[in-house]
């Protein structure tokens, strides 16, 4: 009597979906209960995926790429702005992080009974270098992995390939070039022990936006990101990556707020918030030490924007 009382009621539109909570069959937006929904709307997101980590699929083919993301939070990420069926479009792809998280999306529907396998995600990316295509693919097959569509061309490209135009997608998720951050002479951890402070720039490529400089960085990726959203349906999401540079005399470098400022100047694109992504595995150093305060960058941030137009 008294667990019957405790219980909540239903309603009309709820479904007692166990221990992972009520799903309500109002949600179009994903497969996701109550319970599940909110840990995503947690500005904050805390992780811990060290080198060696069984979430980091692939991590030893996939570090070539100078910033590869963990196919499990993409995953997480995927998860929310999609169900089952969503299409996704990468186009920064890198060695496939969108697709890899897609793929274990999947995977996890099934297991946990969201989904009979019938249906799945359509994930189409683009990526300018061939050779993180194929570690992407490698991935695939040394995991056992579902393998989708990754194009080799220049972003700026996408709407000449069918995959594309053929399509409209529920979710834009992509790790851009944080302009030509990765182009700058290091520091920290790859100096200190491997005696290795050269640039890693992500390609030699003129097209490549890592080897672009601020203002020109910008526009091209606005140019890109718009040309995506006239693939993107109304109401769906784009989510994009991005990461600060250090501060510099003169210069605040807040790179997340050129970004937003950026996508919204796109018609029908509306900023909708952050997420702030830490990952514990980073490690620290005594940069400025002992002279100036120089803070040690762990977080990048997972900027949401939806098509509203």
């Known amino acids: 009597m008294s667990e019957n009382k405790d219980k909540k009621p239903l309603g009309k539109n709820g479904v007692d979906m166990g221990e992972r909570g009520v799903y309500d069959k109002r949600n179009t937006l994903n497969d996701l209960t109550g319970k599940e929904w909110i840990f995503f709307t947690n500005s904050v997101w805390i992780?811990?995926?060290?080198?060696?980590?069984?979430?980091?699929?692939?991590?030893k083919i996939r570090k070539i790429h100078p910033s590869p993301k963990p196919p499990v939070l993409m995953r997480d990420i995927i998860?929310?702005?999609?169900?089952?069926?969503?299409?996704?479009?990468?186009?920064?792809?890198?060695v496939g992080g969108t697709p890899l998280g897609a793929?274990?999306?999947?995977?996890?529907?099934?297991?946990?009974?969201i989904s009979d396998g019938s249906t799945g995600r359509t994930v189409v990316g683009i990526e300018l270098e061939q050779k993180y295509i194929d570690a992407y693919s490698k991935v695939?097959?040394?995991?056992?992995?579902?393998?989708f569509t990754v194009i080799n061309d220049d972003a700026t490209n996408m709407l000449n390939h069918a995959?594309?135009?053929?399509?409209?997608?529920?979710?834009?998720?992509?790790?851009?070039?944080?302009?030509?951050?990765m182009g700058k002479e290091r520091t920290g951890q790859s100096k200190k022990h491997n005696d290795d402070s050269a640039p890693r720039n992500y390609?030699?490529?003129s097209h490549d936006l890592g080897n672009m400089e601020s203002e020109q960085f910008l526009e091209n990726l606005r140019l890109i990101l718009?040309?995506?959203?006239?693939?993107?349906?109304?109401?769906?999401?784009?989510?994009?990556?991005?990461?600060?540079?250090?501060p510099q005399p003169g210069k605040t470098n807040l790179l997340h707020a050129d970004i937003i400022n950026e996508i919204v100047k796109i018609e029908g694109m509306e900023y909708k918030g952050m997420r702030i992504w830490h990952d514990q595995?980073?490690?620290?150093?005594?940069?400025?030490?002992p002279y100036s305060f120089i803070m040690n960058q762990l977080h990048q941030y997972i900027l949401i924007f939806r098509k509203e137009g």
């Open 226 to 246: 718009e040309r995506a959203s006239t693939r993107l349906k109304k109401k769906g999401y784009m989510v994009v990556f991005c990461k600060d540079f250090q």
């Open 203 to 205: 390609t030699d490529s």
């Open 140 to 147: 695939c097959q040394t995991e056992n992995l579902k393998e």
């Open 281 to 289: 595995a980073m490690s620290l150093f005594p940069f400025g030490y």
């Open 163 to 181: 995959e594309i135009m053929d399509e409209e997608f529920d979710l834009i998720l992509t790790d851009p070039p944080y302009g030509d951050m």
């Open 79 to 94: 998860k929310f702005f999609t169900k089952t069926n969503g299409r996704i479009l990468d186009p920064f792809c890198g």
């Open 103 to 113: 793929a274990l999306a999947d995977e996890y529907d099934i297991e946990n009974g």
């Open 47 to 59: 992780t811990g995926f060290s080198p060696t980590a069984k979430e980091n699929v692939g991590i």
